[in-house]
């Protein structure tokens, strides 16, 4: 079993920028990746960014190439995202998530099996 503890969620204005942070706890040693997802009100939960254990390989969705960075410590303890220039659209509830395989999309909810309880991000424009 793996345990997630997110932090670093808030308010902003467009424009601005925020770090969240994401502390994993337990059977670490099996994780092959971290990742961000989030969900907005009404929404279906969308993936935002993934990065690899091993050779630090990173995926990002479309929306936020260029403005989020993933990135982790070398235990994969702490996952880390960088959000700037932030937009409205922006606005979730952002959840971490730790997944055991190496294959399947990285995009896809169910290909993911510990998450954490969430922190919000909420940007005003």
């Known amino acids: 079993q793996v345990q997630l503890v997110e932090s670093g969620g808030g308010s902003v204005s467009a424009g601005g920028s925020l770090r969240l942070s994401c502390v994993a706890s337990g059977d670490i040693i099996t994780v092959n990746s971290m990742g961000w997802f989030r969900q907005a009100p009404g929404k279906e939960r969308e993936a935002v960014a993934c990065?690899?254990?091993?050779?630090?390989?990173?995926y990002y969705h479309d929306s936020v190439k260029g403005r989020f960075t993933i990135s982790k410590d070398e235990t994969m303890n702490t996952t880390y995202l960088q959000m700037n220039s932030l937009k409205s659209e922006d606005t979730a509830m952002y959840y971490c998530a730790a997944r055991l395989k190496t294959s399947g999309a990285w995009d896809r909810v169910y290909n993911w099996n510990f998450w954490g309880q969430g922190t919000q991000v909420t940007v005003s424009s």
């Open positions: 990065i690899y254990k091993y050779g630090r390989v990173t």
